[in-house]
């Protein structure tokens, strides 16, 4: 019944040109990210895009009407963008899908399009910015930041916030800073993957605690702190990295 109800929505015109805290971890030019909210973790992978909702953490991949290259949560529901078919999507969940044209980043308040325009989830125009963004992020204070040209910029004011930022974004406790290695940055400390391990650093960047673990994503789902691999692989530890079992 989902597939039918997407596929007969794809038939529909689609229009071009017409939160809670979550982090993403997101490149567009990436065929794997992801990103994280206090309801679970949804992924992209080569296309295909998933969601594991706490507590269970079972992956859900849904088919859908074309390939997805983004993903985001907002009110509670986690979207993939499609924009060969031009669609928001729902991933669970109840079956949704917006006509919002050509879009290339997800955050947790809006659609960014391949021209720098932006749409909400419910599809009505948004602030945007001069270009495609490279990534996107809500951070910590519920504000979007984008890399743009070679920096890190606040969406709302165009304040540039870092000139010679990193390829990832990590959401902080108060915004947004770039990195060259897939983190978040929380109250208790720095999460990150260096592609062998998932470390825990403290404020000063020294290694408190480190546990082997391949490349991919890591944020923070509630109180767990989440990861997810290519081949969607979720894992979930405590604050202290004991591994969980979900």
Known sequence: MRRLLLSAL?????????????????????????AFAPEGVAWVDAGKACVARAPSYRPVCPALPGAAVAVGWNGGDAWAALPDAGLLVTLDRAARSVPVGRVVA??????YRQDGSAVTYEGNPAPGVPGAPTAALT?????????????LRRVSDGVVIETAPGPLLQVTPTGVRSAYLPGVVTLSGTYRLTGTALQRLDAA????VSVPHGPGRVGLVGADVVTVSPGSVVRVYSVDLVPLTP
Request: with cysteine; net charge positive; proline share 6%.
């Open 139 to 151: 951070g910590g204070d519920g504000q979007d930041y984008v890399l743009l040209a070679g920096v």
């Open 205 to 208: 960047g020294r290694v408190l």
């Open 10 to 34: 794809c038939l529909l015109p689609l229009t071009a040109c017409a939160p809670a805290n979550t982090s993403r971890a997101s490149n567009p030019s990436s065929t794997f990210n992801a």
């Open 106 to 111: 997800l955050t947790a308040t809006r659609a």
